[in-house]
């Protein structure tokens, strides 16, 4: 089996090389079969792929020990797994799957522990009938989150 941290040192090159591109995963399985997915502070282009594709194949020897790589980048809608991803899509609405509740809302900051989430919502006067529009803001560690996912509008 390839050694993960051989590919992890190959990555690390490429990403010092792309200081705008960044490593999601690398998964190695038995069977030497290698799925990297990157995303980019802008975005991440075919050709992308296919460098950081090269820049692992390319010390390979498939004669010593044969592979599949992958090398994918992370969709628009997979769920967001790293705080440079969070940091790179404040201003954006996000759904933010926690143990008890999701919650729709505004990314407004991200840091290395924790993101902020902006969103309106219709509650109950406190005095008096009928329902009034309150501003909510929370503070949500990494931890805590089961699933977060940009929402994607047209």
Not at 6 to 33: E, G, H, T, V, Y
Not at 108 to 119: G, K, N, R
Request: proline share 3%; net charge negative.
């Amino acid at each position: 089996m390839i050694a993960e941290e051989k590919i992890k040192l190959l990555l690390r090159d490429f990403f010092d090389a792309r200081p705008d591109l960044f490593l999601i995963s690398c998964k190695i399985s038995p069977d030497n079969k290698i799925e990297i997915v990157i995303d980019g502070d802008e975005h991440v282009s075919i050709q992308d792929c296919l460098d950081c594709s090269r820049a692992v194949e390319n010390h390979l020897d498939r004669d010593e020990e044969d592979f599949e790589l992958s090398v994918l980048s992370a969709g628009l809608s997979s769920p967001l797994q790293i705080p440079r991803q969070y940091r790179k899509n404040i201003g954006e609405e996000l759904e933010v799957t926690l143990a008890e509740k999701k919650i729709s809302g505004t990314l407004t900051e991200a840091d290395d522990e924790s993101i902020s989430l902006e969103w309106t919502e219709r509650r109950p006067k406190a005095v008096g009938k009928g329902k009034e529009t309150v501003e909510l803001k929370e503070k949500i560690l990494y931890n805590d989150i089961k699933k977060a996912i940009i929402i994607i509008k047209f």
